[in-house]
């Protein structure tokens, strides 16, 4: 099985080129920039096909909350546009594309987890823009999975685990703020459930459970409680360690806004698939230990 992956140096794209060397059978190619560059659609389905996927994997998109509010254009180009050229290009090829979105298409004024069919209200560009590549990407064609994680850590790339380790190594105490709540995935993790799916589209001719799924680590913490749990998995390893003082989001001014409640259930994954995330501290320690470890 061969799986194109969209975007290189990508949390979530080297996690799969990491999990694909690790297994027999499994063949993970990343293309990105230049000969294939989101914003210029024209590069995309060429440099896809030359890729001869079984699989293709959309995980390459304007991930950056804060600027995409005042570069609202490149990002619906990339995220909305481009997103929605990759799986033109999966459906020319006649293969699955799984597409990467976000928690960020909530408003996060649901009381519990969300789940796959409840109704989306992006609050910022960047979730606007995601959730117009859900579209495009279900426009292209019926085969295509849309996968939902958040809070997506790896020691790969650029992630809050590893702005706290830096940050940390500065100060004394990290303010963070503790009244947003949701799920820390790993990308590794997520490469992990990538594969097992892609596995069963692959050999599963009649698979037809195609659409909307929720993917993120098990059980939940505030972006507080994470970087605590970041932290003191640190300090245990011999790392970078600073008090988190709790504060709220007014505490701590941003461009975009952002969902108070991430909160979102992986129910419908789980029964699909068989797959379920570890929890989330597990995966932390897991990650944290190895950014330290290239240190
Ligand atoms: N990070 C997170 O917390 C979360 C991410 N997601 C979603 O998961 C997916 C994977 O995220 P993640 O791995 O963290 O993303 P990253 O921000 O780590 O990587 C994004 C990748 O997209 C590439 N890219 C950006 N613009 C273009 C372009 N115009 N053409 C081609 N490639 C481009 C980047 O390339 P380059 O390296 O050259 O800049 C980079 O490789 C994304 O779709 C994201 O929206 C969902 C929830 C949470
Ligand atoms: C660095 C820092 C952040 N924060 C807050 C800001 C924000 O509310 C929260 C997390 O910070 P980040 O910059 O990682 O947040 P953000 O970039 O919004 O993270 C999001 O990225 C996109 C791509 C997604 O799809 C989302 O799932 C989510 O992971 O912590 C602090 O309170 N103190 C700090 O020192
Ligand atoms: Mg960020």
Redesign the pocket.
């Given at each position: 099985m061969r799986l194109a992956v969209t975007g290189r140096d990508g949390q979530v794209a080297a996690s799969l080129l990491e999990a694909g060397q690790a297994r027999t059978g499994v063949e993970v190619v990343a293309i990105g920039r230049p000969e294939l560059d989101l914003a210029r659609p024209e590069t995309v389905i060429d440099a896809i096909a030359a890729a001869k996927p079984d699989i293709v994997v959309s995980a390459a998109a304007y991930?950056a909350?804060d600027q995409a509010e005042d570069e609202p254009d490149l990002a619906f180009a990339v995220n909305a546009t481009g997103a929605g050229k990759v799986a033109q290009a999966a459906a020319r090829l006649g293969v699955p594309v799984i597409h990467l979105s976000?928690?960020?298409v909530f408003d996060g004024s649901a009381p519990g987890a969300y789940v796959e069919t409840d109704a989306t209200a992006p609050l910022g560009v960047?979730g606007a823009s995601k959730l117009a590549g859900e579209q495009a990407v279900a426009a292209a064609g019926p085969r295509h999975l849309i996968l939902r994680p958040?809070?997506?850590y790896s020691p790969f790339g650029r992630n809050?685990a590893k702005?706290m380790l830096r940050?940390a190594a500065d100060r004394d105490e990290?303010?963070?703020?503790a009244d947003?709540w949701g799920n820390p995935t790993s990308a590794l993790d997520i490469a992990d459930a990538i594969l097992h799916a892609a596995t069963m589209l692959h050999e599963d001719t009649h698979f037809r459970a195609f659409g909307v799924y929720h993917l993120v680590g098990t059980g939940e913490t505030n972006?507080s409680g994470f970087a605590r749990h970041i932290l003191d998995t640190s300090l245990a390893s011999g790392g970078p360690w600073a008090d988190v003082r709790d504060?709220a989001t007014k505490d701590?001014p941003?461009k975009a806004r952002?969902p108070v409640n991430s909160r979102l259930s992986s129910a419908k994954f789980a029964a699909t698939f068989g797959w379920t995330a570890p929890e989330w501290r597990k995966s932390t320690e897991r990650i944290v230990r190895r950014i330290l470890d290239r240190r």
């Open positions: 991930t909350v976000t928690d960020y960047y958040a809070w997506v809050f702005t940050v990290i303010s963070v703020v947003q972006w504060i701590y941003t952002r």
